[in-house]
């Protein structure tokens, strides 16, 4: 899924695994949104970073699974007149975005796409890229509470927490370091709140951690950016940790 948001800026929803090798690497070294696990899974799963997809070059992209489109070539280019007859007790066609489903869950597909793919036909994409003239300068996680069963274990610690209606979560937030203070990863997280919103979600929540001291402040400890950067996209704390380490931020989506 590819939006065009003007000023030569576009938006790219992940779908295919030519689209989630467009993903900017990680800016941690000990770990990689493309291979990370972490988020899915609760019991298991692992941020380390994976050599061989953090250290992609462009030819090894170019030359990556086509993430599905050969599975649905017949589907996708198949035309009107080759259609049979219509018969009522056949199985309904897949949808697009079922179709992309399954062929990113086929057997030598990513494992990443399969989990950032999942939840296409309910509620879209889950990874999304924010790429500026071409280049990929951010990385956002997102998606319902059910996709992410380590949230729904933090979240879990926090009784007081709005039960209904269950939230979106935004597990991830990576800008490239060449591209910090030019607001780009908050552009990136306003268009995929809109997504989420259309949608049908009603709110949203991400998961920080702050540092133990000020001194140890680091845009890249946490997967899911600070409190600093939340207040600016209009979230508030809906709750936090005993040490205040560990607040949820949340925003009531129009």
């Given at each position: 899924?590819?939006?065009?948001?003007?000023?030569?800026?576009?938006?790219?929803?992940?779908?295919?695994?030519?689209?989630?090798?467009?993903?900017?690497?990680?800016?941690?070294?000990?770990?990689?949104?493309?291979?990370?696990?972490?988020?899915?899974?609760?019991?298991?799963?692992?941020?380390?970073?994976?050599?061989?997809?953090?250290?992609?070059?462009?030819?090894?992209?170019?030359?990556?699974?086509?993430?599905?489109?050969?599975?649905?070539?017949?589907?996708?280019?198949?035309?009107?007149?080759?259609?049979?007859?219509?018969?009522?007790?056949?199985?309904?066609?897949?949808?697009?975005?079922?179709?992309?489903?399954?062929?990113?869950?086929?057997?030598?597909?990513?494992?990443?796409?399969?989990?950032?793919?999942?939840?296409?036909?309910?509620?879209?994409?889950?990874?999304?890229?924010?790429?500026?003239?071409?280049?990929?300068?951010?990385?956002?996680?997102?998606?319902?509470?059910?996709?992410?069963?380590?949230?729904?274990?933090?979240?879990?610690?926090?009784?007081?927490?709005?039960?209904?209606?269950?939230?979106?979560?935004?597990?991830?937030?990576?800008?490239?370091?060449?591209?910090?203070?030019?607001?780009?990863?908050?552009?990136?997280?306003?268009?995929?709140?809109?997504?989420?919103?259309?949608?049908?979600?009603?709110?949203?929540?991400?998961?920080?951690?702050?540092?133990?001291?000020?001194?140890?402040?680091?845009a890249d400890a946490t997967s899911s950016a600070t409190q600093r950067f939340w207040e600016r996209l209009n979230f508030s704390v809906a709750a936090t940790g005993p040490d205040g380490r560990w607040p949820?931020?949340?925003?009531?989506?129009?």
């Amino acid at each position: 899924m590819r939006i065009d948001i003007g000023d030569g800026f576009e938006l790219i929803g992940v779908e295919s695994a030519e689209e989630l090798l467009l993903a900017p690497p990680c800016t941690r070294d000990d770990a990689d949104h493309a291979t990370c696990t972490w988020w899915e899974d609760a019991d298991k799963g692992s941020k380390a970073a994976r050599v061989d997809a953090a250290t992609a070059t462009p030819a090894q992209r170019a030359s990556a699974p086509a993430g599905g489109k050969a599975a649905l070539a017949a589907f996708l280019g198949a035309e009107v007149s080759e259609a049979p007859a219509f018969n009522p007790l056949a199985p309904k066609a897949p949808t697009r975005e079922e179709a992309l489903r399954d062929a990113a869950a086929a057997p030598g597909q990513p494992t990443k796409l399969r989990l950032l793919t999942r939840q296409l036909p309910i509620s879209g994409p889950m990874g999304w890229i924010l790429l500026a003239k071409g280049e990929p300068v951010a990385y956002c996680q997102a998606g319902p509470l059910s996709a992410f069963p380590r949230a729904q274990r933090l979240r879990d610690r926090y009784p007081d927490l709005p039960s209904t209606p269950p939230p979106a979560v935004v597990t991830c937030i990576s800008v490239i370091p060449a591209a910090r203070g030019s607001a780009l990863g908050s552009a990136l997280v306003e268009g995929v709140l809109t997504r989420l919103s259309t949608a049908g979600f009603a709110a949203v929540e991400a998961y920080p951690e702050e540092p133990a001291t000020a001194a140890a402040l680091d845009a890249d400890a946490t997967s899911s950016a600070t409190q600093r950067f939340w207040e600016r996209l209009n979230f508030s704390v809906a709750a936090t940790g005993p040490d205040g380490r560990w607040p949820v931020m949340r925003r009531v989506l129009d």
